[in-house]
């Protein structure tokens, strides 16, 4: 059976991009903001609007969310006026934030009680890949819950993997947040190491970035740094918020992560100068601050 | 004045298929190895065999060497018997091997009082890039030399970035090994913090190095690490030597490089193991270790 | 005015010895805990048992705690039946456990609404000191509030400082579990240096312990690590537990301590070993997990 | 057979209130130095000056040096005019500075071939304890000649452990600079943490130093750190040279020492402040720096 209509919950730098891109592609959209001043360009393009979550979930077949952390989406899934309260047996919740495993998990348990199905599928690639549909989508889940919401993300991304049960698509979005931190740290390492010896990081980064070494952050954000363009891309206190998810995460599964442990107290070391709003590649400063 | 004959220092592993190339490519080679037996292949293949480094130098336009380490570069170079004792005035010596930047210098300072000019050309690529003449070179020296030399090492790789003065060369292929070392810490943490999550690194690596935090090590070593295949590559005690020359430069030019330093330290841990002669991707097992 | 009733919540391994050298030294002693069965020797040694913090608040001029975490404090601080619920205006409470400082000050600010000042005082010596009442207490709060409860705290401990005002008492109890982590691994990085190198770590703790590398943990810890008695002491989960307030502390403050991530990085390394009831001279064994 | 002719070596900081120490204490001494200027003071006090190491050690029966690096102690000892060939049979050379414990090895073979004894014993106490004769002595080498040599040493310190064969005295000094370094960033990260929540370091140290996260530099060199108090003490720049002593070692052993290679790296963040001279306490400010 078909999905048709879609509920939106959270219309932030993501969100309203990826619910315009539900309209566009013909599905019929509900939409809910905690500050509904957001909701207006997404109804002027044609969604309608509900109240509460719960009525987002009532007029839906498949309810995505796309909020700040794990809190947000306990609230707007299982709180007052939520998601469980208005989704009917065999709808569908899909929740796109970037929130603990743990969380994902005790949420898709809850909603199960009343027969409703949950994916989590936390997404990569920012606004620039929200607005495009080109979001890369880790989806933990029951495979014949994805295949039917597939041409429901499809609609929003572009490289849809199902990695595993629910929690699995979070845990994967934390490995990539380790993996984004540490290439970062090795591009800060390197430019610092080439312009204290009195080299220039850019033809450094060419070459580099040709060969074994290379990365996307040394090919796409580490220009941005040495050309001192620190705008985000993606902010470092929204990086931090997902490193401690990464961090608690590895608390409880008791695996040591010494490295991005470290990148978290280098990111830090950007929030100490009031830089949490700038983007990622500012970790290169951090670097040269030690270094200075 | 277009270069013909060309001399090769150095029948290593990545020697031997390079020099090979230059064969290929239509110079005159005349070889020489500190164990000679190496010689033969290269001699049946069309090249003249030396008795020094001196001679190699006195029957070529261009002198290259590809050897283990600084001490190794200071004797072939200026040691008895060494290039400076056979190489004519207006002719190029360009070393291959990964050195410290501070010897690539002075060995090109006391040829230049012999008006030999020299090119510091580390290699990214390995054996593969080697045997297919698709190395990365970094170059450190004078441009113009460098443009005397340039079908020189065209006959040996495909990207060939002149990266600043005498010394610039190394420095950019030690800011190379610091990415390709803290990448392959990336793809470390992430892998363990999957499997200590139940969930499956083949699909993590999969969707994460579509994305932002993809790199080169976690599309092409991390599958390796995660099937157990741990054959080089590029093995740990290669890795180790040049990771201290990336310690040593930064203590020089006091760089802190606390991710470098972690890394290293992390694959003294496989080499505790007797895993010297592992590839790099068993940087995977040591974050495992810990977690264990 | 003299204190004479004192009430006690929160009768652990830490509380009961606590509890007890209060009566000892004369107070009458009002009793809660969580699960009562561990009032009894209170009860048989002459403290009155309470049904709720609330009545413990009510029998008492100065009602402590000593409770697990920072949502305990506040449960039985400011919860259903709390100390707030009972405690008569110009009365004081005192918190011994270790929690965020953001708690303790927001717990002082809700009850000094009521007239009920707060002293947020933290300890140090472990169930010996306890027993003792030889503990070190850092106190944050008002000097005169402490002059009034000082003869209390001096029944429990030793060494009594007002580190300043609330908050203040918990974000030292937080540097001195900085301290601890970070001699400990001081010590484990000897001890294993020493074994490597074939040479008995006994030998080397009694010569550097006696200058000045030497520490409290070095001279009374690391010889129980070397000689496999693994006790508690202070347990691993703990030491965790506190580490993980010093982060977030450091997180909130922006104060990047790469040191104690690393610490707390490392004793997750014996927690996957299922050793987090072991001491906290199980640090040893990470880092010869590593070079093993 | 009492030692009566001590040789000595190398009449630096150190070296110089060393060998005071033995002419106080009744010794016939001859000295050397490389700059002869540092001799005067000592030929005033009584000392025969010597031409070489070799002439020193032909006037001595215990020839003793005091030295900077491995290259020094090879160069004196079994150099050109070295110690080796001026020693008598039977005789015995003693080792104060601190090298690699390969070196030690070495130089202690070498000079066996020729009938003489060896120990490496360097010293921990800085010149303060050189001056009082209160060192600290870590001694490497055989029981027999240790005990023949006993009054020697205990005329320049206190503590003097035989801890191993020859090498195992560099190694203890090794392991107490781990230590060491490691007690010092426990005080640098507890005192920024401090400082960062309005918390004043002085009143921290006060009570932490009483407790279990006690050390001899949180006892020490802290308060100085948090005075602005930055005069030596031990210098940083000598401190990184042992700490690369340290990596070197936990690089032939396979020992990894992931929070000693941390604390070298933050040296360096206090050289690249051209504060190389600056007393070690200095490390404060290197995490300071971070979080500025």
């Given at each position: 059976m078909t999905v048709k209509r879609v509920g939106f919950i959270g219309l932030g730098i993501m969100g309203a991009p990826m619910a315009a891109n539900l309209l566009t592609a013909g599905f019929e959209v509900t939409v809910w903001n905690?500050?509904?001043?957001?909701t207006a360009p997404l109804v002027a393009a044609g969604a309608a609007q509900a109240g509460s979550p719960a009525e987002v979930a009532a007029a839906a077949e498949v309810t995505i969310s796309c909020v700040t952390n794990s809190g947000d989406v306990e609230e707007v899934a299982l709180?007052?006026?939520?998601v469980i309260e208005g989704a009917h047996p065999n709808s569908v919740y899909i929740d796109c934030s970037t929130i603990a495993p743990d969380v994902a998990r005790k949420v898709a348990e809850a909603l199960a009680q009343r027969n409703i199905s949950m994916l989590d599928a936390p997404v990569s690639g920012g606004d620039i890949g929200a607005k495009a549909g080109t979001l890369a989508i880790m989806v933990g889940g029951d495979p014949k819950t994805l295949e039917r919401c597939l041409p429901v993300l499809e609609a929003m991304g572009k490289v849809i993997v199902?990695?595993?049960?629910?929690g699995a698509g979070q845990v994967v979005k934390l490995c990539n947040q380790i993996a984004g931190g540490l290439n970062l740290l090795a591009a800060a390492e390197a430019i610092n190491l080439c312009r204290k010896s009195g080299v220039d990081p850019a033809r450094m980064l060419e070459v580099v970035s040709?060969?074994?070494?290379?990365?996307w952050m040394l090919s796409n954000l580490a220009p941005r740094a040495i050309n001192g363009d620190?705008?985000?891309?993606?902010?470092v206190d929204l990086m931090q918020k997902d490193l401690r998810l990464v961090l608690d995460a590895a608390h409880e599964t008791h695996t040591p992560l010494p490295g991005t442990a470290l990148v978290s107290q280098l990111f830090q070391a950007i929030q100490a100068e009031g830089?949490?709003?700038?983007?990622?590649?500012?970790?290169v400063d951090a670097i040269a601050k030690l270094g200075r």
């Open positions: 905690r500050s509904p001043s957001r709180g007052p006026g939520g199902r990695v595993g049960p629910n040709a060969g074994a070494a290379g990365s620190y705008a985000p891309g993606f902010m830089r949490g709003t700038d983007g990622t590649q500012a970790l």
